[in-house]
């Protein structure tokens, strides 16, 4: 068991700041959806809400004074369509300014679009938008650290409804071939596809028998409870074990909003004014219910 | 599971390909070998430096994934592999995970044309057309084997991906001495001189235009024949003084769709530099799945073998 060297610019955050810091990126996720005049992905971004808030403000080792510190933990967003959320929680960990995202997403000129591009956005790791090419990739980056020796740890988030793509089982397969226990998959199982359910589409269950018969290591849990989330990170396999790990997250599309929650309506869409603030005060009931 | 009936016949080819990588192997620390098993080539390479080679299995989307994972970590990655595969099956991750955050990837294979007698799912005709498509890809076919290997030697100092076709067969003969051309990316090679008509070609037909040209040439003609090994960049600039110097009399031969390869590139400076000819023939692989049969047959039934050749520069010369 080896330790990864700690690039640590930002102190470990206790449960109670991460619920804090998702219920911002909530916050700011609603807020982008109502000033955009197009589309955004607001559902699988609310989803993936408490996941990214989890990695980005507690499990990965980065420093967004050094973005090209060796050492530092690779990201790689498979479901490329979150971009939005990446961006947010980047922007909360000090990548980024909020403001400027807010006032130049989807503009021409921008770098900040509907899917992350590492050529326009520094701070990136891997251009992606098209499902099922995120995994693949992770997999080069996870190989390559091997292979110099390196002490890092690649991360993935993938949605799940992109594991209908083959390439997410070849690269499932290539994991566990080269044994890279520095892989660490997180899927936002939110049930949900585009526009309908994922067991009347593609019937993906048993899930994580799926994963663990690719020879994963695999733990599910609920993609909204920070403690849990947080207790996986603490107790994720050293970076130079032999298996990749699968984190399923049961996850809730639209999570936080109860308008949109499990609504196919709300796969993409615009906030109008009005809708934006009832959907801030649907969060808002949902932060009381929670102190309460 | 990949066709390897023909695979003694194109082992020489590959061999220059497999010394090659296995030297550059020890000069770039940072070079890898990936391959979705067509490893063959690789062996020397795989056994010199076994940490930097890969092989995924039959799965080119995840061979070309993983090569786009290795390069933005700062490796240069080569996938070899056989041609209607990578350039098909994994076409989306040639373009959105490589070329479109310009990694230096590079993609080498065989089996571009009607060669090695596997059928239509195991010959690759429409490839340079897509590869040809992709922003930032450089696009190659390469005929002589020793040239295969200065090709890879020169990639690497490529900031982007490149493509590298090879055929089959007849194809791996020597056709240049070493030092006889000056062979670089983006520059056509004059293979012959001539002063009547140019064909224009590449990879596993360029001994046959060389051998047309020869026939031809007994019967007073003179055929020029450049080996157009760089289909993207493509150089306007040699197009162009062959439609001066050789009498504006054109013939495009190549083992590829007759529509959407180098006659098509061709074309293309010809329309946008506004030059005028007096005749353009294309020959190629016409709108059918082939069957079966060897390549030079193949050649002849589907109207781009010798005789076809040496008829079409005929009627180019005769053209008014």
Not at chain 2, 162 to 180: A, F, H, N, T
Not at chain 2, 215 to 231: P, Q
Not at chain 2, 241 to 260: M, N, P, Q, S, W
Request: hydrophobic letters at 40%; aromatic letters at 8%.
């Amino acid at each position: 068991m080896s330790t990864s060297i700690s690039l640590s610019s930002e102190p470990k955050h206790t449960v109670a700041e991460l619920e804090d810091l998702a219920y911002e990126l909530r916050e700011k996720l609603l807020y982008l959806c109502g000033t955009y005049e197009g589309a955004v992905h607001i559902g699988g971004d609310l989803s993936l809400a408490d996941i990214l808030t989890a990695l980005y403000h507690y499990g990965l080792n980065i420093d967004p004074s050094d973005i090209a510190n060796p050492n530092r933990d690779r990201f790689v967003l498979s479901k490329g369509h979150a971009a939005v959320c990446m961006y947010i929680s980047m922007a909360m960990r000090g990548f980024f300014d909020f403001d400027e995202i807010v006032a130049t997403y989807g503009q021409l000129g921008s770098a900040y679009g509907m899917h992350p591009c590492k050529v326009q956005l520094r701070g990136v790791e891997a251009s992606t938008g098209s499902l099922g090419h995120g995994l693949p990739i992770a997999v080069g980056m996870a190989k390559s650290a091997r292979q110099k020796g390196e002490t890092h740890r690649v991360f993935c988030v993938l949605g799940d409804g992109e594991t209908g793509e083959g390439s997410i089982w070849e690269a499932a397969m290539a994991a566990r071939s080269s044994e890279l226990g520095n892989l660490i998959a997180f899927v936002d199982r939110n049930h949900q596809l585009m526009t309908g359910f994922t067991e009347d589409r593609v019937v993906l269950e048993p899930y994580l028998g799926k994963w663990a018969s690719f020879g994963w290591n695999t733990v599910s849990v609920d993609g909204h409870n920070m403690k849990d989330l947080v207790s996986i990170i603490d107790n994720l396999p050293s970076y130079d074990s032999t298996r990749p790990t699968v984190v399923i997250c049961e996850t809730v599309k639209g999570k936080g909003v109860d308008f949109m929650e499990r609504n196919i309506a709300w796969h993409a869409g615009s906030l109008g004014a009005a809708d934006l603030e009832r959907a801030m005060a649907a969060l808002e009931s949902t932060r009381k219910v929670v102190s309460a | 599971m990949p066709v390897t009936f023909t695979f003694g016949e194109w082992l020489s080819a590959r061999s220059v390909i497999g010394s090659t990588l296995a030297e550059l192997g020890g000069e770039y620390d940072n070079l890898w070998t990936i391959t979705p098993e067509i490893g063959a080539t690789l062996g020397e390479f795989r056994a010199l430096y076994p940490d930097r080679f890969l092989d995924v299995g039959i799965a080119e989307q995840v061979s070309i994934g993983v090569a786009a994972g290795l390069a933005y970590e700062g490796n240069i990655p080569v996938v070899s592999g056989m041609l209607p595969f990578l350039s098909m099956r994994a076409l989306e991750q040639i373009r959105s995970d490589v070329c479109y955050p310009n990694l230096p990837v590079k993609i080498i294979g065989t089996h571009g044309g009607l060669v090695g007698n596997g059928g239509s799912t195991h010959y690759a005709v429409e490839d340079l057309a897509l590869m040809c498509a992709l922003t930032n890809m450089t696009v190659t076919s390469i005929a002589d084997p020793l040239m295969a290997g200065d090709i890879l030697r020169q990639s690497m100092k490529m900031s982007g991906p490149i493509y590298i076709r090879l055929g089959v067969g007849k194809s791996d003969m020597v056709l240049y001495e070493p030092g006889q051309h000056d062979i670089q990316i983006g520059k056509g090679i004059v293979a012959r001189d001539g002063y009547d008509a140019t064909i224009f070609t590449h990879g596993t037909t360029v001994a046959q235009a060389l051998e047309a040209a020869e026939t031809l040439g007994a019967l007073g003609h003179s055929i020029r024949v450049i080996d157009m090994f760089t289909l993207k960049p493509i150089d306007a600039d040699l197009i162009e003084r062959c439609a001066k110097e050789t009498g504006g009399r054109f013939v495009v031969l190549e083992d590829h769709l007759a529509y959407g390869g180098l006659a098509s590139r061709v074309a293309d400076v010809l329309a946008d530099r506004n030059i005028h000819l007096t005749a353009f023939e294309r020959l190629g692989i016409p709108q059918v799945y082939a069957g079966f049969g060897g390549d030079e047959e193949l050649r002849d039934k589907y109207g781009y073998g010798l005789t076809s050749t040496i008829s079409a520069v005929m009627r180019a010369l005769a053209a008014k």
